[in-house]
């Protein structure tokens, strides 16, 4: 495997263009030299002229959220395709599949006893409401018994009332706070202390002898007024924001404090009391899609360069870092080609996934569908891990991506290259984000990875993914990057290569395998 900077790929560095600062690099595969010109003007552009601000502004403080089987996403959708057209962009929304739809309305949830308090928290995707009233219920903790038949005797009791089901936490400081004030032995006791409370809730919950989606639907049948639960992202003020797995009843996610002060108080025998309002609505059963864009190619216009963001996103928030930033990303790329480059070589096509985040089942989908387009892409770059800037990309397993990778990278700014790091041959990805849908059909598909920016804990999937929490310097630069790749691999005279490594063998000493294709779930929710 090679691991090193594009511009240190065996001094292979022939010219420098100074106004852009582009350097040049000829890899011996090909000699593909690039248009500096019309390069010079998607720099400038993208630079001077960016429409990320607007497009964020519009998709994610406008419509919001788009969680799967939502109106906001069908929405969304129509609003992309009207983006599109406005920049003289074929666009179209293709179904795949139907979801349970469901739309979340406002949720209001406050202590009324032993003190008043309005709490923080949220229903999670896909629970039951309130039907239009305010339910008022006292509090209560699965309990810790020996095993499931004395879980099931306590059952009964939780008629009316509403049940705590998270562990409370020991500390709501993340772990680095701790590190930079708490001398070494706070720090080693709240370790021990939160992994012994870690170890006992887990014998907890495994004693009532439930899976986590039994135990709700138990709760449920058991006559609970609403779940109660906590899912800390061990960053301050986040937490993790999913989807419910009871569906006649609200679960509703409180923050790390306002759970840990309710919990407390029940635990003391306080029998504190919460009311509820949750106003969400059962939409039946309703489409599921993709958002797809293209500028036709010019010559070879039945092979593909494949531009791929997920629209989709959890509701916790506006899902401005997962995935808006990935979505901007490509729809600012495409407007950027159109401009300057709009009679490419090869078609660009643009695929802005539906219910990625259900498992990857947009791109599956298309994938699935389309074996005659997947048969003729000649890359796929893809683009959901954040705001950072593109900072590595790996060869994904195709045992010759290093050559035309290189190639490509060669015509993009030294101010871009300069932060990415290239591993080559690497390995197949098999999950994680929609580049791996196309992997597993063998189609040369490149994850465009990005710095953290506390990406993992602080705004992937939480409630605190919202647009303040974008980097528009660093998307900027990654609309460049995308575009100017995307130009190379449309131009490029060879078909990328598609010849895989040989996977090592396992543990076991069993073969490698390559990915296999997984076919999506086109009745989501719908069970």
Do not use: C
Not at 281 to 295: C, D, H, Q, R, Y
């Amino acid at each position: 495997m090679k691991k090193n900077n594009i511009y240190r790929l065996r001094q292979t560095v022939l010219s420098t263009v100074a106004a852009t600062g582009m350097a040049l690099v000829m890899l011996p595969a090909m000699a593909q030299k690039p248009d500096t010109t019309l390069i010079k003007k998607i720099i400038a552009e993208g630079t001077n002229n960016s429409q990320l601000k607007n497009l964020g502004h519009e998709l994610l403080d406008g419509i919001g959220p788009r969680l799967v089987g939502t109106p906001q996403m069908k929405t969304a959708a129509d609003w992309a395709v009207k983006t599109f057209a406005s920049w003289g962009i074929n666009a179209r929304i293709e179904n795949w599949g139907t979801w349970r739809g469901w739309e979340r309305g406002i949720t209001h949830i406050d202590m009324v006893s032993p003190r008043v308090r309005s709490l923080e928290g949220m229903q999670l995707a896909w629970s039951g409401n309130t039907g239009g009233k305010t339910v008022t219920a006292e509090t209560v903790i699965i309990p810790e018994v020996t095993d499931s038949l004395a879980f099931a005797k306590w059952l009964p009791s939780v008629k009316g009332k509403f049940v705590l089901i998270s562990m409370p936490q020991p500390t709501g400081r993340p772990d680095y706070n701790w590190d930079e004030f708490g001398t070494k032995e706070s720090i080693e006791k709240m370790k021990a202390e939160r992994n012994t409370l870690t170890d006992a809730w887990n014998k907890r919950i495994k004693n009532t002898g439930l899976s986590a989606v039994a135990l709700a639907n138990a709760l449920e049948k058991a006559g609970a007024a609403a779940i109660f639960s906590s899912y800390w992202s061990r960053a301050f003020g986040s937490n993790k924001i999913f989807g419910a797995q009871a569906k006649k009843i609200p679960t509703i996610d409180l923050s790390l404090e306002d759970y840990g002060l309710v919990y407390r108080l029940t635990e003391s025998g306080q029998k504190p009391k919460l009311s509820l309002r949750a106003d969400s609505k059962e939409l039946g059963v309703v489409p599921t899609f993709n958002v797809m864009a293209e500028i036709k190619g010019s010559e070879k216009p039945d092979e593909y360069v494949v531009l791929s963001a997920h629209f989709d996103s959890w509701d916790g928030a506006s899902g401005a870092t997962d995935n808006g930033t990935g979505t901007l990303v490509m729809m600012e790329a495409l407007r950027l080609l159109k401009k300057f480059y709009p009679n490419p070589k090869r078609t660009i096509l643009v695929g802005l996934w539906g219910s990625e985040e259900q498992g990857l089942n947009g791109s599956r989908a298309f994938v699935e569908d389309n074996p005659a387009i997947v048969k003729n892409i000649q890359a796929v770059f893809n683009q959901d891990n954040g705001t950072g800037r593109v900072v590595n990309i790996q060869g994904q397993g195709f045992l010759h991506s290093y050559d035309y990778i290189g190639r490509w990278l060669s015509a993009v700014p030294r101010s871009i290259t300069q932060h990415i790091e290239t591993s080559f041959p690497g390995r197949p990805g098999s999950g994680g984000s929609d580049y791996a849908s196309f992997v597993a059909a063998g189609v040369p598909a490149f994850s465009l990875s990005s710095n953290s920016w506390s990406y993992g804990t602080y705004t992937w999937h939480t409630n605190k993914d919202t647009y303040d929490k974008i980097v528009f310097d660093d998307v900027q630069n990654n609309a460049i990057l995308t575009a100017i790749l995307a130009y190379m691999a449309s131009e490029d005279p060879a078909k990328a290569s598609r010849e895989p490594v040989v996977i090592p063998a396992d543990r076991s000493g069993a073969p490698g395998k390559w990915p296999e294709p997984r076919s999506p779930n086109r009745k989501g929710g719908q069970d």
